[in-house]
């Protein structure tokens, strides 16, 4: 189980690009999630999906696009890069409460990717 | 006032020392709860779930404290090893979806 991969690891962009994360997961979780974590702050939920096709905003979604299309992938996609894009990237996955495994709430991250907009 | 709450630090203490993080969280409605353990530039993973009854893993004990609303940790025994900014996180279910938020970390820096 490679659990979650993420790419790339790093990525200078300039202002108006575009660009798309990869995340992909082999453990077969329903749930996964987009954070963006900037220097000193916690964790803020972009977007997140409940399973293929479902997809919906967290808490900071502006900005940024999500498809779910499979099980095991979850791209996010900047259309119009910003400076305030400027941060470290983590996909998550896990399964969600009453999974027939007996219910798994753990969040699984990627090793991030590291966004540098100027 | 957020929804979840953590002493940013640093917390500088020896090795071999105990050192107690508390986590305060907003929504009396919170489910679930656990500990996560972040080391520089890499991802979170899990440390320990809490649960009421207060739970043990080596030098390890989480705590929760529903009337209060607050989530402990204390680590024993201190190790260079346990350097690392400790993530409280929260849990709610609803609509289908698990409510997850994070706080923003307490780092901890054990010192030789």
């Known amino acids: 189980n490679a659990g979650v991969t993420q790419t790339p690891k790093f990525r200078i962009l300039k202002i108006g690009q575009s660009m798309t994360l990869q995340c992909t997961q082999d453990m077969n979780h329903n749930y996964m999630y987009w954070y963006r974590q900037d220097p000193g702050m916690g964790l803020k939920l972009i977007y997140y999906?409940?399973?293929?096709?479902?997809?919906d905003k967290g808490e900071v979604p502006n900005g940024y696009n999500v498809s779910r299309s499979t099980t095991e992938d979850f791209p996010l996609r900047l259309e119009l890069a910003a400076p305030s894009q400027t941060s470290v990237y983590f996909c998550?996955?896990?399964?969600?409460?009453?999974?027939?495994?007996?219910?798994?709430?753990?969040?699984?991250f990627g090793p991030g990717t590291r966004l540098l907009v100027l | 006032r957020k929804e979840v709450e953590q002493d940013p630090g640093p917390f500088n203490v020896p090795e071999g020392a105990t050192v107690a993080f508390n986590c305060t969280y907003s929504?009396?409605?919170?489910?679930?709860f656990f500990w996560y353990r972040q080391d520089c530039r890499k991802e979170p993973k899990l440390l320990m779930s809490?649960?009421?009854s207060g739970n043990e893993d080596g030098r390890f004990t989480a705590q929760l404290n529903r009337a209060s609303q607050y989530i402990s940790l204390l680590i024993r025994d201190s190790k260079l090893s346990d350097s690392a900014t400790y993530l409280c996180?929260?849990?709610?279910?609803?609509?289908?979806?698990?409510?997850?938020?994070f706080g923003t970390g307490t780092k901890l820096q054990v010192i030789p």
């Open positions: 929504n009396s409605a919170s489910q679930s």
């Open positions: 998550a996955s896990s399964l969600p409460r009453g999974a027939p495994t007996g219910g798994q709430e753990t969040q699984y």
């Open positions: 999906s409940v399973g293929a096709g479902i997809t």
């Open positions: 996180v929260v849990n709610k279910a609803g609509g289908g979806y698990q409510k997850v938020t």
């Open positions: 809490v649960y009421s």
